[in-house]
């Protein structure tokens, strides 16, 4: 079965763009949650969506949202974009909610901001 | 501040040596997962350990888990240069959401 699947995979965008990222989850897997990782504040949860809900959200201002669809496939937005947010952004996704013991991750998404 | 705290921060060894990676929460453990990266790429499931003093094991991997010291640790015996990369412990104290350690940079030179 495919894992997850994230695109693009590498994205360059200038400060005050936005930007959307997308994340398809392993077939049948219902929960997607979205990480942020820099080499300064390491790996942090930023949300996770649930049946088209956002169950959990991380502490990140209100420029970085999501949604989840129909079929679980997940977008996250970054609005006003920061030099800050350069980063590598994984998705991971898992049969149900909360389910940390099969959370599987997707490649990532390198974004740059200049 | 930092719900898990990762011990050391990089560590280069020798191939062939031993290694141990340290993993402390502030907050009490109910379950702790571990996870490797390679640079620049998704993470991949290691295992995961939910009672205190379980052990568990995966080829040359061993992971413990001391609830009292709210500690977990990561042993490679024998390490090779496929074991280098980023090792991740994760684990969610607050039930609220998954927090992910500081991570530990690996590097076995041949």
């Known amino acids: 079965k495919a894992g997850v699947t994230q695109t693009p995979r590498y994205l360059i965008k200038t400060r005050g763009q936005q930007v959307t990222l997308s994340c398809s989850p392993i077939?049948?897997?219902?929960?997607v949650s979205w990480y942020q990782q820099t080499p300064g504040q390491g790996l942090q949860f930023l949300f996770e969506?649930?049946?088209?809900?956002?169950?959990n959200k991380g502490n990140f201002p209100g420029r970085f949202s999501g949604r989840q669809f129909s079929n679980s496939r997940s977008e996250m937005n970054v609005s006003t974009l920061e030099l800050g947010d350069s980063a590598l952004y994984l998705c991971?996704?898992?049969?149900?909610?909360?389910?940390?013991?099969?959370?599987?991750f997707g490649p990532g998404t390198r974004l740059t901001v200049l | 501040s930092q719900e898990l705290e990762q011990s050391p921060q990089s560590l280069i060894v020798q191939e062939g040596k031993n290694l141990t990676i340290n993993c402390t929460s502030s907050?009490?453990?109910?379950?702790l997962y571990w996870y490797k990266q390679k640079y620049g790429e998704g993470l991949i499931f290691l295992m995961m350990?939910?009672?205190?003093?379980e052990e568990k094991s995966h080829e040359k991997i061993t992971a413990k888990l001391d609830e009292k010291k709210q500690q977990s640790s990561l042993h490679i015996t024998a390490s090779q240069p496929s074991h280098a990369g980023i090792y991740l412990c994760?684990?969610?104290?607050?039930?609220?959401?998954?927090?992910f350690g500081t991570g530990t940079s690996l590097t076995v030179i041949p």
């Open positions: 991971a996704s898992s049969l149900e909610y909360r389910d940390a013991n099969e959370q599987f």
């Open positions: 077939s049948g897997h219902r929960s």
């Open positions: 969506y649930f049946s088209e809900t956002q169950r």
């Open positions: 907050k009490t453990l109910y379950g």
């Open positions: 350990l939910q009672k205190g003093g």
């Open positions: 994760g684990a969610d104290p607050t039930g609220n959401q998954f927090y």
